[in-house]
């Protein structure tokens, strides 16, 4: 079983920056992939950026270098720095983990832009 908490969330303006994290806990030794997902009201949630232990990465294209992820195998951690906040990037942010027949979600963190 793993588990998955995020953190960094909160309340933000328009061009500011956010970071975000996300830690593992329990069989982690079986995760390969990990990674973070969203989701805006009234939208089906979306891939943001998702990166393996090697570092190979697979990134949604409206990054568009406003994202960077980055894994921590030692301290089994993903994080997602956000640069430029526009209102679109308001949403929930999932921290996911993946298995090869398994995957595992956190609870997610709020990212609200709003001016």
């Known amino acids: 079983q793993v588990q998955l908490v995020e953190s960094g969330g909160g309340l933000m303006q328009p061009g500011g920056s956010l970071k975000l994290s996300c830690e593992a806990s329990?069989?982690?030794?079986?995760?390969?992939?990990m990674g973070w997902y969203r989701q805006a009201p009234g939208k089906q949630r979306e891939l943001v950026a998702t990166?393996?232990?090697?570092?190979?990465?697979n990134t949604a294209d409206f990054i568009k270098g406003r994202f960077a992820i980055s894994r921590d195998n030692a301290k089994d951690a993903v994080n997602l720095q956000i640069d430029s906040l526009k209102p679109e990037d308001a949403a929930v942010y999932y921290c996911?983990?993946?298995?090869?027949?398994?995957?595992?979600w956190g609870k997610g963190t709020l990212v609200t832009v709003s001016s």
């Open positions: 990166i393996t232990r090697d570092g190979r990465r």
């Open positions: 996911n983990a993946q298995e090869r027949a398994t995957t595992y």
């Open positions: 329990g069989s982690i030794a079986l995760i390969n992939t």
